[in-house]
């Protein structure tokens, strides 16, 4: 603090009062603390607990004095400048709410009232403020006033349970007692440990701790005349009779009248409890409980009329002020009652009777946080009193405030009296808070001994069996997401063995086993897989969705026959069902039915002829050809290609491919481009004509060849010819042997051979593999040969990772090799680079796709770090048109020197 770290000490002190809390001098350096900080409403509350705790302190009072007078001002200070905000926009809503809040903090409640009034006015209440309003609303006891707007913001805000617990006090103090009750339930439903609404649940139900605290003693006999023991009074005459047969509830009824005869009201209270458990006197305990309530009003304000006077004769007489306390907290006017109180506190300060008092008042008027403090100075007081135990006990419990300290406290009292129904429930209660459910269970047996029918006992047992259900369900929730963790990483066998874990609970939901399916296909065990879905139809053979489920199980395990059969029935049962339909044919398809399969594929043509999926799967059947006419499809591609490098050189074309569908399996097709090749002294304008065939033999193989020639200036022409076999499962794998023969300039883009016509060959060996762990392993091979009997290898290695699906990182071994070197083209002898590549698919979905990537890497032999970005997309614009583009920029080093290119394409797919 005097090096000015406030924050730090602040922090320091936090710890130092929840050890000490009864030690005002934390509470003083705190506030001084906050009081630098210029947090005055923090260093008030500070200093207040301080003066409460220690309050002849004089330092203290003159430090509360002090920050007071400042945050007075300060508040003062703000409402002015409010209000000149208010003149310049008085719509500006929220200025209006700061002033009322302002007016709260001076405790001006009529004031802060008519601000948030204000404020209402032209704006809503969130939940916080509503919260904040209805406790000025309590102050000036406009009740009915606040009624009504809890009552719509819980039907607003549902599950705030907050709303909830403020809306069944207003309804209580209302006297709507059902209301009350169902709002509380609902809190407590919500939120089931919330002391705010436990405490009102209790007082509207006649359970409120302030009721049974002495008035049953002659010292608080309200001047009745006490039984002398000559003769039997009524009273003691059924007390007797019931001793010995508690289950006469007639005789409980003469004794309830004459209690509430003698103005004993808290010993009728307790004896109408135990009437109102019996069902059939239902009717009769409504009928007592409002003579009660008609009789206890009548004495109370009756004597309360009469202490008043006394007490203007005799102001400091603590009996007659104790008595006129209790009868105010009766009538809940606990503002009133804490008023008396306060003024015997100051004349007899060291009187711990008056300050146990206050403290019970405080507790019955919801007032926590007092009660805790006056307890907690009590108990520095008088440490081993079991009551102040006992209520210290409870509050801290209720408050959850220093709990361990609450324990030994609660343990203390047990100590001395075992059977203390009080100090027993709340160690129960503290005990299911804190998860302890073995201590917690004991104590309630305890309990039960006691008065099982009793409605605590009950709350607390229904408390104990839902948190034993919430810790079961959070463990088996706990073992389903640690399986799922394993499913989503691969490691199958970990994820099988904890959803047979979770699925072995009898409580367990049983839609898990679904999970479990896939945790089984992880591995690649359809047996065991669909043995579950068995299982499943055993106990409920017409389920659609499992019957479906098995069926495609059956055909990706290549049960192809036993897929059909359930296929036909599911289309039996849901002929509307298009996946159903869809692959019935291709069960249909894999076991060479090829009659059948077109029959399905040709429904469900007609539902969307534009279907590609459709087409291809008519064209992948494997005997008759399906074909409706020449041609049986056309695509028209027009095309543009761009490529520098800076060397000089540049090769562009441009141009139109025409493809016409002999049949679904074999295309026919046709291209003209025009186009460039240049370097810095010279551009040679080219043509490229070319013819191809292209030929599917199933759904995943299929070759194509073409023929032409490059005309270049003078009409000099080269050969030109490509073929391609391709075997392809996308995501799985690829695998591809290539052949290209061409002009060398138009292969191995060499500015110096613009003007120099050699032949090359280029013979490539491509594949790629990736596994079920997401594991890709791609590679390939080029032999080059040019006609000026020079020849060079090519390889390329990757291996790597596939995340989600979606992004792959990885290794990858580049090595080149020209046999002989030239100044013609690029012709490295040995030449290798090391690099991490990344892959990434952006977007995958039925219009567009997206795809980014690169590697960065590093060439020994030139010491230099090659960069290389691409990027290409995919948009489908309309059923029978895509628009495809790529572009790259490549950074690398050739014969020492550095070397940058960028390549730009991009085609459009237009089908018809």
Same mark, same amino acid.
């Not at 034993?468 to 499913?487: D, G, V």
């Not at 296929?567 to 298009?578: M, Q, R, S, T, W």
């Not at 490098?645 to 399996?665: A, C, E, K, V």
């Given at each position: 603090?005097?090096?000015?770290?406030?924050?730090?000490?602040? /922090?320091?002190?936090?710890?130092?009062?929840?050890?000490?809390?009864?030690?005002?001098?934390?509470?003083?350096?705190?506030?001084?603390?906050?009081?630098?900080?210029?947090?005055?409403?923090?260093?008030?509350?500070?200093?207040?607990?301080?003066?409460?705790?220690?309050?002849?302190?004089?330092?203290?009072?003159?430090?509360?004095?002090?920050?007071?007078?400042?945050?007075?001002?300060?508040?003062?200070?703000?409402?002015?400048?409010?209000?000149?905000?208010?003149?310049?926009? *008085?719509?500006?809503?929220?200025?209006?709410?700061?002033?009322?809040?302002?007016?709260?903090?001076?405790?001006?409640?009529?004031?802060?009232?008519?601000?948030?009034?204000?404020?209402?006015?032209?704006?809503?209440?969130?939940?916080?403020?509503?919260?904040?309003?209805?406790?000025?609303?309590?102050?000036? /006891?406009?009740?009915?006033?606040?009624?009504?707007?809890?009552?719509?913001?819980?039907?607003?805000?549902?599950?705030?349970?907050?709303?909830?617990?403020?809306?069944?006090?207003?309804?209580?103090?209302?006297?709507?007692?059902?209301?009350?009750?169902?709002?509380?339930?609902?809190?407590?439903?919500?939120? *089931?440990?919330?002391?705010?609404?436990?405490?009102?649940?209790? @007082?509207?139900?006649?359970?409120?701790?302030?009721?049974?605290?002495?008035?049953?003693?002659?010292?608080?006999?309200?001047?009745?005349?006490?039984?002398?023991?000559?003769?039997?009074?009524?009273?003691?005459?059924?007390?007797?009779?019931?001793?010995?047969?508690?289950?006469?509830?007639?005789?409980?009824?003469?004794?309830?009248?004459?209690?509430?005869?003698?103005?004993?009201?808290?010993?009728?209270?307790?004896?109408?409890?135990?009437?109102?458990?019996?069902?059939?006197?239902?009717?009769?305990?409504?009928?007592?409980?409002?003579?009660?309530?008609?009789?206890?009003?009548?004495?109370?304000?009756?004597?309360?009329?009469?202490?008043?006077?006394?007490?203007?004769?005799?102001?400091?007489?603590?009996?007659?002020?104790?008595?006129?306390?209790?009868?105010?907290?009766?009538?809940?006017?606990?503002?009133?009652?804490?008023?008396?109180?306060?003024?015997?506190?100051?004349?007899?300060?060291?009187?711990?009777?008056?300050?146990?008092?206050?403290?019970?008042?405080?507790?019955?008027?919801?007032?926590?946080?007092?009660?805790?403090?006056?307890?907690?100075?009590?108990?520095?007081?008088?440490?081993?009193?079991?009551?102040?135990?006992?209520?210290?006990?409870?509050?801290?419990? %209720?408050?959850?405030?220093?709990?361990?300290?609450?324990?030994?406290?609660?343990?203390?009292?047990?100590?001395?009296?075992?059977?203390?129904?009080?100090?027993?429930?709340?160690?129960?209660?503290?005990?299911?808070?804190?998860?302890?459910?073995?201590?917690?269970?004991?104590?309630?047996?305890?309990?039960?001994?006691?008065?099982?029918?009793?409605?605590?006992?009950?709350?607390?047992?229904?408390? @104990?069996?839902?948190?034993?259900? /919430?810790?079961?369900?959070?463990?088996?929730?706990?073992?389903?997401?640690?399986?799922?963790?394993?499913?989503?990483?691969?490691?199958?066998?970990?994820?099988?063995?904890?959803?047979?874990?979770?699925?072995?609970?009898?409580?367990?939901?049983?839609?898990?086993?679904?999970?479990?399916?896939?945790?089984?296909?992880?591995?690649?065990?359809?047996?065991?897989?669909?043995?579950?879905?068995?299982?499943?139809?055993?106990?409920?053979?017409?389920?659609?969705?499992?019957?479906?489920?098995?069926?495609?199980?059956?055909? %990706?395990?290549?049960?192809?026959?036993?897929?059909?059969?359930?296929?036909?029935?599911?289309?039996?049962?849901?002929?509307?069902?298009?996946?159903?339909?869809?692959?019935?044919?291709?069960?249909?398809?894999?076991?060479?039915?090829?009659?059948?399969?077109?029959?399905?594929?040709?429904?469900?043509?007609?539902?969307?002829?534009?279907?590609?999926?459709?087409?291809?799967?008519?064209?992948?059947?494997?005997? *008759?050809?399906?074909?409706?006419?020449?041609?049986?499809?056309?695509?028209?591609?027009?095309?543009?290609?761009?490529?520098?490098?800076?060397?000089?050189?540049?090769?562009?074309?441009?141009?139109?491919?025409?493809?016409?569908?002999?049949?679904?399996?074999?295309?026919?097709?046709?291209?003209?481009?025009?186009?460039?090749?240049?370097?810095?002294? @010279?551009?040679?304008?080219?043509?490229?004509?070319?013819?191809?065939?292209?030929?599917?033999?199933?759904?995943?193989?299929?070759?194509?060849?073409?023929?032409?020639?490059?005309?270049?200036?003078?009409?000099?022409?080269?050969?030109?010819?490509?073929?391609?076999?391709?075997?392809?499962?996308?995501?799985?794998?690829?695998?591809?042997?290539?052949?290209?023969?061409?002009?060398?300039?138009?292969?191995?883009?060499? *500015?110096?051979?613009?003007?120099?016509?050699?032949?090359?060959?280029?013979?490539?060996?491509?594949?790629?593999?990736?596994?079920?762990?997401?594991?890709?392993?791609?590679?390939?091979?080029?032999?080059?040969?040019?006609?000026?009997?020079?020849?060079?290898?090519?390889?390329?290695?990757?291996?790597?990772?596939?995340?989600?699906?979606?992004?792959?990182?990885?290794?990858?071994?580049?090595?080149?090799?020209?046999?002989?070197?030239?100044?013609?083209?690029?012709?490295?002898?040995?030449?290798?680079?090391?690099?991490?590549?990344?892959?990434?698919?952006?977007?995958?979905?039925?219009?567009?796709?997206? /795809?980014?990537?690169?590697?960065?890497?590093?060439?020994?032999?030139?010491?230099?770090?090659?960069?290389?970005?691409?990027?290409?997309?995919?948009?489908?614009?309309?059923?029978?048109?895509?628009?495809?583009?790529?572009?790259?920029?490549?950074?690398?080093?050739?014969?020492?020197?550095?070397?940058?290119?960028?390549?730009?394409?991009?085609?459009?797919?237009?089908?018809?």
């Amino acid at each position: 603090m005097k090096t000015g770290k406030f924050g730090e000490a602040i /922090n320091l002190l936090n710890r130092y009062i929840s050890a000490n809390p009864q030690d005002a001098t934390g509470y003083n350096l705190r506030g001084l603390c906050y009081e630098n900080r210029k947090d005055y409403e923090k260093s008030v509350y500070d200093f207040r607990s301080a003066v409460k705790l220690a309050p002849n302190d004089k330092s203290y009072n003159e430090n509360l004095q002090r920050v007071v007078k400042s945050w007075e001002t300060l508040l003062y200070n703000k409402i002015v400048g409010f209000k000149r905000e208010l003149k310049i926009n *008085p719509d500006k809503s929220v200025n209006y709410l700061e002033i009322g809040k302002c007016y709260k903090n001076l405790g001006n409640w009529s004031e802060a009232e008519n601000w948030y009034d204000e404020f209402i006015k032209r704006d809503i209440l969130s939940s916080d403020e509503l919260i904040r309003y209805t406790e000025i609303l309590a102050k000036n /006891n406009h009740i009915s006033k606040g009624e009504p707007l809890l009552k719509s913001f819980t039907e607003k805000y549902p599950d705030d349970h907050r709303l909830w617990s403020r809306y069944g006090y207003f309804a209580m103090w209302l006297g709507k007692k059902e209301i009350s009750i169902k709002a509380f339930e609902k809190a407590l439903e919500l939120r *089931p440990y919330f002391k705010e609404a436990l405490d009102g649940y209790d @007082l509207v139900r006649g359970k409120g701790y302030i009721y049974t605290v002495n008035d049953t003693t002659t010292r608080f006999n309200y001047g009745l005349p006490v039984s002398t023991g000559k003769g039997e009074y009524p009273i003691d005459k059924y007390y007797r009779i019931l001793a010995k047969k508690s289950e006469n509830n007639e005789t409980r009824i003469l004794l309830i009248n004459e209690l509430i005869k003698n103005n004993r009201f808290a010993e009728a209270e307790e004896q109408l409890k135990i009437l109102s458990r019996s069902e059939s006197y239902q009717s009769k305990v409504d009928e007592l409980e409002e003579i009660l309530e008609f009789n206890k009003s009548q004495y109370y304000s009756k004597r309360i009329v009469e202490l008043q006077k006394e007490i203007s004769i005799k102001p400091l007489d603590k009996k007659l002020n104790l008595e006129l306390a209790q009868l105010l907290a009766e009538k809940k006017e606990y503002d009133s009652s804490q008023t008396v109180l306060t003024k015997l506190i100051n004349e007899y300060p060291s009187n711990e009777e008056l300050l146990y008092k206050y403290a019970i008042v405080s507790l019955a008027s919801g007032d926590l946080n007092t009660a805790y403090e006056k307890t907690g100075m009590l108990i520095n007081k008088n440490p081993d009193n079991k009551n102040y135990q006992l209520l210290f006990g409870q509050l801290s419990v %209720w408050l959850n405030k220093d709990v361990d300290t609450a324990k030994i406290f609660l343990n203390k009292v047990l100590s001395k009296d075992p059977a203390n129904y009080s100090a027993l429930s709340t160690l129960t209660l503290l005990l299911i808070q804190n998860n302890e459910l073995v201590d917690a269970e004991k104590y309630l047996g305890e309990l039960s001994l006691i008065n099982s029918s009793d409605p605590e006992y009950l709350k607390l047992t229904n408390m @104990l069996e839902t948190q034993k259900k /919430n810790n079961q369900e959070a463990e088996l929730f706990r073992i389903a997401e640690s399986a799922r963790e394993y499913l989503l990483k691969k490691e199958c066998d970990e994820a099988i063995r904890l959803f047979k874990l979770y699925l072995s609970n009898e409580n367990a939901d049983r839609n898990v086993n679904h999970e479990l399916v896939n945790a089984y296909l992880c591995k690649g065990d359809f047996i065991n897989a669909i043995s579950i879905y068995d299982r499943l139809l055993t106990d409920n053979p017409n389920d659609y969705f499992t019957l479906k489920q098995r069926a495609k199980l059956l055909f %990706w395990s290549k049960d192809y026959s036993g897929a059909l059969n359930e296929f036909v029935k599911l289309n039996k049962i849901n002929p509307e069902d298009i996946e159903v339909k869809l692959l019935l044919g291709d069960s249909y398809t894999a076991v060479k039915n090829y009659d059948e399969a077109k029959v399905i594929y040709e429904e469900l043509l007609v539902l969307s002829p534009s279907s590609e999926l459709l087409k291809q799967r008519l064209s992948w059947i494997e005997g *008759p050809s399906y074909q409706s006419g020449f041609p049986a499809y056309t695509m028209l591609t027009p095309d543009f290609s761009y490529f520098t490098d800076n060397f000089g050189f540049l090769y562009s074309t441009y141009g139109l491919r025409l493809d016409l569908g002999i049949t679904n399996y074999l295309t026919i097709g046709a291209s003209a481009y025009r186009g460039s090749l240049g370097s810095d002294s @010279l551009t040679n304008n080219i043509s490229i004509y070319k013819g191809s065939l292209i030929s599917r033999f199933s759904r995943t193989v299929y070759a194509s060849a073409s023929f032409g020639s490059t005309i270049f200036p003078d009409d000099e022409n080269q050969f030109l010819a490509d073929a391609t076999l391709k075997a392809e499962q996308p995501k799985v794998y690829s695998f591809s042997a290539n052949f290209y023969s061409m002009d060398a300039a138009q292969l191995l883009y060499s *500015p110096n051979l613009i003007d120099t016509r050699l032949r090359s060959n280029y013979f490539l060996l491509m594949g790629d593999y990736i596994i079920k762990t997401g594991w890709k392993f791609a590679g390939s091979y080029a032999f080059i040969t040019i006609s000026d009997d020079n020849k060079a290898n090519r390889l390329q290695l990757r291996f790597g990772k596939i995340f989600d699906k979606v992004v792959g990182v990885g290794y990858e071994y580049y090595y080149f090799d020209v046999k002989n070197e030239t100044s013609l083209y690029w012709s490295p002898e040995n030449f290798e680079s090391h690099s991490i590549w990344v892959d990434w698919e952006i977007v995958n979905d039925q219009t567009a796709t997206a /795809n980014i990537g690169g590697r960065v890497g590093y060439i020994p032999s030139d010491e230099f770090i090659l960069r290389e970005f691409y990027g290409m997309t995919s948009v489908k614009l309309a059923d029978s048109f895509t628009i495809q583009g790529r572009l790259t920029f490549s950074t690398n080093a050739q014969s020492g020197k550095g070397y940058t290119s960028t390549s730009f394409g991009l085609s459009a797919f237009w089908s018809f």
